[in-house]
T-cell receptor, first 115, second 115 residues
Framework: DTGVSQDPRHKITKRGQNVTFRCDPISEHNRLYWYRQTLGQGPEFLTYFQNEAQLEKSRLLSDRFSAERPKGSFSTLEIQRTEQGDSAMYLC?????????????FGPGTRLLVL | QKEVEQNSGPLSVPEGAIASLNCTYSDRGSQSFFWYRQYSGKSPELIMSIYSNGDKEDGRFTAQLNKASQYVSLLIRDSQPSDSATYLCAVIGRVVRGSQGNLIFGKGTKLSVKP
C-alpha cells in the first residue's frame, strides 16, 4: 500500500491523558499536513511541514498540541492533557509541494474519543 | 463571512439524475480548488481539482469554476447510489509568503442518491 497511513485508527482515552498519533506520508512527498475534523464540519488545518521544518501552525493548535517530523518522513502529533473537546478525527495529508497546484492526499484518519 | 461556503443539504436526487453541488469562496486571490468525497466515517478522497475558469470533465464528474463570481460547482451525471456521500469543497489559501498551501474546507454537502 503506497498511500498515506495513520496509526492508530481509533483511540479512546480519559481526560487528562496524553496521546500520540503517527502519520506516514506517501513516499517522496515533501509536504505533510495535519487537520482536525469534528462532526458536521469540514477538516480544519492544524499544522504543516515541508520536509522536517514546521512552517505553519493554526491558532487551533494550542500549547497542548505538538507535532514533529524529525527526519522529514513520518510525523507525530501529540496532545497533552486531553480534554473532551479534543474528541475528533485527526487527518494527515501529504503532497509533493508544488505551489498552488499541489494535490493533497489524505490518510484514513485517527478517531479520538476523550471520556 | 466564512471562507468557503456550501449548502449542507441533504441534497436528494433519483438514480440516473444529475446532481449539482455548489460552493462559494471569499478570497478573490484563491487559485486552486478541489472537490473531495467523504463517505461516513471515512477520510476525504480527491474527486477533482480545477485551477482555470471553465469546465473540467473526468468521467461522470464535471467541475466548473467562475473566478469572477467566486463560485465552484461539481456536477455528477448519471448519479448512482454509491455516490451517496458528503462532498467537500476546498480551496488553497492565498500564498502570501511562498510557504502556505493548507486547504480551507467548506462544511460539505450531503448527497443522497435514491434507487
Amino acid at each position: 500500500d503506497t498511500g498515506v497511513s495513520q496509526d492508530p485508527r481509533h483511540k479512546i482515552t480519559k481526560r487528562g491523558q496524553n496521546v500520540t498519533f503517527r502519520c506516514d506520508p506517501i513516499s517522496e512527498h515533501n509536504r505533510l499536513y495535519w487537520y482536525r475534523q469534528t462532526l458536521g464540519q469540514g477538516p480544519e488545518f492544524l499544522t504543516y511541514f515541508q520536509n522536517e521544518a514546521q512552517l505553519e501552525k493554526s491558532r487551533l493548535l494550542s500549547d497542548r498540541f505538538s507535532a514533529e517530523r524529525p527526519k522529514g518522513s513520518f510525523s507525530t502529533l501529540e496532545i497533552q492533557r486531553t480534554e473532551q473537546g479534543d474528541s475528533a478525527m485527526y487527518l494527515c495529508a501529504s503532497s509533493l509541494g508544488a505551489g498552488q497546484q499541489e494535490t493533497q492526499y489524505f490518510g484514513p484518519g485517527t478517531r479520538l474519543l476523550v471520556l | 463571512q466564512k471562507e468557503v461556503e456550501q449548502n449542507s443539504g441533504p441534497l436528494s436526487v433519483p438514480e440516473g439524475a444529475i446532481a449539482s453541488l455548489n460552493c462559494t469562496y471569499s478570497d478573490r486571490g484563491s487559485q486552486s480548488f478541489f472537490w473531495y468525497r467523504q463517505y461516513s466515517g471515512k477520510s476525504p478522497e480527491l474527486i477533482m481539482s480545477i485551477y482555470s475558469n471553465g469546465d473540467k470533465e473526468d468521467g461522470r464528474f464535471t467541475a466548473q469554476l467562475n473566478k469572477a463570481s467566486q463560485y465552484v460547482s461539481l456536477l455528477i451525471r448519471d448519479s448512482q447510489p454509491s455516490d451517496s456521500a458528503t462532498y467537500l469543497c476546498a480551496v488553497i489559501g492565498r500564498v502570501v509568503r511562498g510557504s502556505q498551501g493548507n486547504l480551507i474546507f467548506g462544511k460539505g454537502t450531503k448527497l443522497s442518491v435514491k434507487p
